[in-house]
């Protein structure tokens, strides 16, 4: 069950999906900038929408599901294969600023999350969440203590 998907190949078409049961973001949001073609893993969504509710404030997306040749164009390592390909990575924002970092990292890593990427100069512009594992070539913490983490230039 861990690794089953949610797709489509343009967002709207699970604008209404049932399936789509997480009620504070949308296909839109997670969708791919590029190609307008969503993925999500279900177990991922989970976690960010139980991150959600703990936090009780909105979490603004900035970047969701990034589909292979779009995750090429706009990361500077041009890899094929990030986290945000899996549909399993999210860039947020959460609505109380810098002060909440914090609070998210943990409330990530209570939720299953697993690594987080942080920009410390401007840290509103890339604050990075997924729940990739070390069976899937991520690196991860090896004592499990805590999210595996980096930060960006
Ligand atoms: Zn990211």
Do not use: I, Q
């Given at each position: 069950m861990r690794h089953l998907h949610l797709k489509a190949d343009h967002y709207s078409a699970l604008e209404?999906?049932?399936?789509?049961?997480?009620?504070?973001?949308?296909p839109y949001e997670m969708r791919c900038q590029g190609t307008e073609k969503v993925k999500v893993g279900f177990v991922f969504m989970d976690r960010l929408q139980a991150i959600r509710k703990a936090y009780g404030r909105p979490l603004s997306v900035f970047s969701g599901y990034r589909s292979p040749e779009w995750n090429l164009a706009v990361t500077k390592r041009k890899?094929?294969?990030?986290?945000h390909t899996h549909g399993r990575a999210v860039d947020l924002w959460p609505?109380?600023?810098?002060?909440?970092v914090p609070l998210i990292l943990n409330l990530a890593w209570t939720h299953g999350m697993t690594r987080c990427g942080l920009m410390?100069?401007?840290?509103e512009q890339r604050f990075h969440l997924d729940d990739m594992t070390a069976s899937e070539g991520f690196a991860v913490?090896?004592?499990?203590?805590g999210l595996f983490c980096w930060t960006y230039p």
């Open positions: 209404r999906d049932p399936a789509w049961r997480w009620p504070h973001f949308t890899s094929r294969t990030g986290a609505a109380g600023g810098v002060e909440d410390l100069s401007r840290p913490r090896e004592d499990s203590r």
